[in-house]
Nanobody, 119 residues
Framework: QLQLVESGGGLVQAGGSLKLSCAASGRTFGSYSMGWFRQAPGKEREFVAGISRSSTGGYYTYYAAAVKGRFTMSRDNAKNTNYLQMNSLKSEDTAVYYC?????????WGQGTRVTVSS
């Protein structure tokens, strides 16, 4: 069982950067594929980025087309935390950002962290 707490959101100007964190409780954090998701006002929640274990024992990342090249997801299993570095932010990145397993599980949705990008 995991408990996930997102942080790091805020107000930033277009072109700026933010780094989100997702702190997890649970000793099996490292075994989960994790993802970041977001929900913009009036829209459905959508996938943003994911990180999964590779067959060689490391991890690989994958991204939604809208954020590829601008966002970078990483994880630190020793700290039970994953991160989303967001660069070159655009107004359309404004949303509440959530972390969850990937694929997401209903029981793990948290409060999220709000990101507002002003143009």
């Amino acid at each position: 069982q995991l408990q996930l707490v997102e942080s790091g959101g805020g107000l930033v100007q277009a072109g700026g950067s933010l780094k989100l964190s997702c702190a997890a409780s649970g000793r099996t954090f490292g075994s989960y594929s994790m993802g970041w998701f977001r929900q913009a006002p009036g829209k459905e929640r959508e996938f943003v980025a994911g990180i999964s274990r590779s067959s060689t024992g490391g991890y690989y990342t994958y991204y939604a087309a809208a954020v590829k090249g601008r966002f970078t997801m990483s994880r630190d299993n020793a700290k039970n935390t994953n991160y989303l570095q967001m660069n070159s932010l655009k107004s359309e990145d404004t949303a509440v950002y959530y972390c969850n397993t990937d694929p997401p599980q209903t029981k793990y949705w948290g409060q999220g962290t709000r990101v507002t990008v002003s143009s």
